[in-house]
């Protein structure tokens, strides 16, 4: 890359209209399934500065996604900035700068991002960087869980409404994460028929709910022992965990039902259908060998995925990162689930989640240095350039 280049997005990057892009989308609340009036925003200001949006609604016509193009009317690859306006339902925190630091709701988790993707946009557009190709900013509702269910990002695959690499700002500054767990969250809920009964009145042979919910427990920790053989250098190992274990009303009655709630967590390669379909042979088994009747209830939140780190997205990123830090990012796994394991694994479409050193992701707490927005600017429009380019 030459310094030139570097040196003119450096420049153009602007702190103070990014910031106050940040602040607009912070100061419209958008917890997840009501994220329409954000989406509106982010497309009034786009529209001011230029840009032609579409708006798709994407299996939630409550709130269509925001798409922006830079075209370089070049042919070439498409980069995409993708990014969620929902927030977790928490309490709505205003956003306010103190210092040098941006808070409020989704400052971090992620309008911060999504207003430094956009300043990438914009400086691309100034200094006519884009070699080739195309940029598209994308963003949309339905991700945080368990409100969403991510459906608005599968409708932009089916449809054909992405890049040919992703990048999403996230608030994950490193590692560059290239592998992560996937991640199911089960409720079973051990049955018998017949009403609550008090324990000396219960017909003979009555099952004991609790009993075989605390048996369940217990075989999932046994099971966890066993899946922690199953690792992956990046990612980790598989697990089962059991965070919740719920029955009965009083002492000395018989409960007719059981809760156990928890997650199933997994590496690449194995798909979210495979994890799924061996947990529900597990709960079969132990229905039969109980008498209990077990319903399941298994939402797979997002796939195990891995990339290549030779491919040219990820050279790409790094080309960028060491034009303006001075080295590669050290790559790793990402801690999290987000959109990026969607368009890995369901879409084959390479993804990199990465954003602000920011804080406080689901908590009141949210909190992004501003200097972290303009840093991810010009590593966002670098990275376009590098990319749609080729090397
Ligand atoms: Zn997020």
């Known amino acids: ?10 420049r153009t990057v602007d702190r103070q209209r990014l910031l106050e892009t940040a602040i607009a989308l912070i100061e419209v609340p958008s917890p997840t399934r009501s994220a329409g009036a954000a989406a509106n925003r982010l497309e009034e200001i786009l529209t001011a500065d230029g840009f032609p949006v579409q708006r798709h609604a994407a299996d939630w016509p409550e709130a269509p996604i925001v798409l922006a193009v830079l075209d370089s009317g070049r042919p070439g690859p498409t980069l995409q900035f993708d990014g969620h ?55 949309h509702d339905h991700h945080e869980g368990p409100w969403g269910d991510g459906r608005q990002v599968r409708a932009m695959i089916r449809e ?26 089960f409720q079973a809920t051990v049955q018998r028929e017949g009403a609550p009964v008090h324990e000396v009145l219960r017909p003979p042979g009555t099952p004991d709910v609790l009993v075989a919910g605390a048996q369940l427990v217990n075989q999932l920790h046994t099971w966890n022992e066993r899946l922690a053989k199953n690792s992956h250098p990046l990612a980790g190992c598989d697990s089962a965990f059991v965070g919740m ?6 002492y000395n009655q018989s409960p007719t039902e059981c809760i156990v709630q928890g997650t199933r967590r997994w590496v690449p390669p194995t798909g979210g ?28 939140q997002g796939s195990a995925y891995q990339i290549d780190p030779d491919i040219p997205l990820v050279s790409a990123f790094q080309r960028a990162h060491s034009a303006l830090t001075g080295s590669p990012l050290s790559m790793g796994a990402k801690p999290f689930v987000d959109d990026g394991n969607t368009f890995v694994s369901e879409a084959g479409i390479p993804a990199l989640t990465h954003g602000p050193a920011a804080t406080g992701a689901h908590t009141p707490n949210e909190a992004v240095p501003v200097e972290e927005l303009v840093r991810v600017a010009k590593l966002y429009a670098l990275t376009a350039v590098e990319f749609c380019g080729g090397p």
């Not at 890359?1 to 450096?10: G, P, R, Y």
């Not at 274990?245 to 009083?250: D, E, P, R, V």
């Not at 597990?282 to 060998?289: D, M, Y």
């Open 85 to 139: 306006l929902d927030t977790v339902h928490l309490p709505f925190v205003p956003p306010r700068v103190e210092g040098d630091t941006l808070y409020g709701s989704s400052s971090a988790d992620m309008k911060g991002g999504i207003a430094a993707a956009l300043e990438a946009l914009r400086v691309l557009r100034t200094l006519d960087a884009l070699p080739a190709g195309r940029v598209l900013l994308t963003a």
């Open 245 to 250: 274990l719920q029955s009965g009303g009083i």
């Open 273 to 300: 259908a495979a994890i799924e379909a061996e947990f529900s042979q597990l709960l079969t088994e132990f229905s039969g060998a109980t008498g209990t009747e077990i319903a399941l209830e298994f939402t797979v």
């Open 160 to 185: 054909g409404l992405v890049g040919d690499g992703v990048l999403l700002p996230e608030y994950l500054a490193e590692p560059l994460p290239v592998a992560g767990r996937g991640v199911a969250i």
């Open 1 to 10: 890359m030459n310094d030139a280049l570097l040196d003119h997005v450096s």
